[in-house]
């Protein structure tokens, strides 16, 4: 089930917004709901690597494992998140277009059983738009500035 998908073009080099998106402490600046990520593999960008994210929706904090399972410096990262109502696999990826412009892409998909959790997802799929519809504007600003 598609969670989440956005097309977009941005005023910046895919090395420039690779290093926005690549970096923990930067993504914070365009991701409110990011807190951090601990990493329980030596490597932190790299396929393999696996890692905790911490983010906070609602006052409260949420902690879920992933995993790197594509990985093109400057140009494309793919995830998998294992939760116990399913896999969520999302990717972010860069296609330099001309003049400095970069073609942005990134979806999110839920792999699951429960028809319970796809009912459910679908009620706040137009809320989790807004919302990362609203994190791409600021990516935008924070890599245009």
Do not use: C
Not at 63 to 71: D, V
Not at 87 to 114: Q, Y
């Amino acid at each position: 089930m598609e969670l989440y998908r956005y097309e977009g073009e941005l005023d910046a080099t895919p090395e420039e917004i690779f290093k926005v998106v690549n970096d923990d402490e930067k993504l914070k600046s365009w991701s409110p709901i990011f807190e951090g990520n601990e990493y329980l593999t030596e490597e932190k960008r790299a396929v393999g690597t696996k890692f905790r994210t911490r983010m906070k929706v609602l006052n409260r904090t949420y902690q879920f494992r992933s995993e790197i399972i594509e990985y093109e410096a400057g140009r494309y990262i793919k995830v998998k998140t294992v939760l116990k109502q399913g896999d969520i696999i999302s990717d972010f990826r860069l296609e330099p277009l001309e003049s400095g412009v970069t073609k942005v892409g990134v979806t999110s998909h839920f792999d699951t059983e429960s028809r319970r959790y796809k009912l459910m997802l679908k009620g706040v799929k137009p809320v989790m738009k807004r919302v990362l519809d609203h994190q791409m504007k600021k990516l935008g600003d924070v890599v245009e500035t």
